[in-house]
């Protein structure tokens, strides 16, 4: 065989061949075959590490006040005893903590989406004069905090409400913003982010994708 031949049939070097651009870290997820069907953004490591961030961010900014914390059921609840852990672990002295109940979904049977409405809650200390951090999972649309943020002005005169996110999916469609974000994601249309905890999941990730195949790929306990 000709050296000519040898070199055609030879591989392109790997540095000469076109290699596809890598995305930017902030770049939306593309939702098309050939990403994965559901990806892990944050495992237990990188959330212990975002909340234990967003508790130092809340006690830093709040040294020396009447601090309280609502969590929003189930997940923003969950979030909101992990974050109390921590500011007593600083020092903060006993922080009381509150839950909120607010449905996503209409009661008639169609699974549509609606205006978040408040079912329940459980707050066993007053608002008045104190400072509360308002917890949750996700922040999406903006229209779970409004409601929550109702609900919470009905109880009481709050000095000041400030929001803590685990994620932040942006497109909004309130003006709402958070105050303490763990961690940002862009995510690709038609995809969801969604957040599991050992609480109620039986593990620790965050997880974007399409909803069949996330809850195929990661079950929730509860699912």
């Known amino acids: 065989m000709s050296r000519d031949v040898e070199r055609r049939k030879r591989p392109t070097r790997e540095h000469g061949a076109l290699q596809p651009a890598s995305p930017r870290a902030d770049a939306p997820l593309a939702a ?17 590490r975002a909340i234990r961030r967003l508790a130092h961010e809340i006690e830093e900014r709040n040294r020396g006040k009447t601090l309280a914390l609502v969590g929003v ?6 979030l909101s005893q992990r974050l109390r852990l921590l500011l007593v672990e600083m020092g ?14 209409r009661d008639d049977g169609r699974g549509t989406s609606a205006d978040p409405q408040l079912l ?4 066993p ?11 949750d999972d996700v922040l999406y649309t903006g229209r779970t905090v409004r409601a929550a943020l109702q609900a919470l002005s009905e109880l009481g005169r709050p000095r000041a409400i400030q929001l803590a996110v685990l994620v932040d999916r942006g497109e909004r469609e309130l003006p709402i913003r ?41 079950p929730s306990r509860s699912a």
Do not use: W
């Open 32 to 48: 098309d075959a050939t990403t994965p069907s559901a990806l892990t953004i944050m495992d237990s490591a990188e959330i212990a």
């Open 73 to 78: 059921l189930r997940r923003g609840a969950a």
């Open 92 to 105: 903060c002295g006993e922080v009381p903590v509150g839950t909120l109940d607010i449905s996503l979904y």
């Open 120 to 123: 329940d809650r459980s707050i």
């Open 125 to 135: 200390f007053s608002l008045n004069g104190r400072t509360i951090v308002l917890a």
């Open 178 to 218: 958070a105050d303490y974000v763990g961690k940002n994601v862009a995510a690709g249309a038609g995809q969801r982010v969604y957040v599991r905890l050992a609480e109620i999941d039986g593990i620790d990730a965050v997880i974007v994708g399409r909803a069949n195949q996330i809850m195929l790929a990661h």
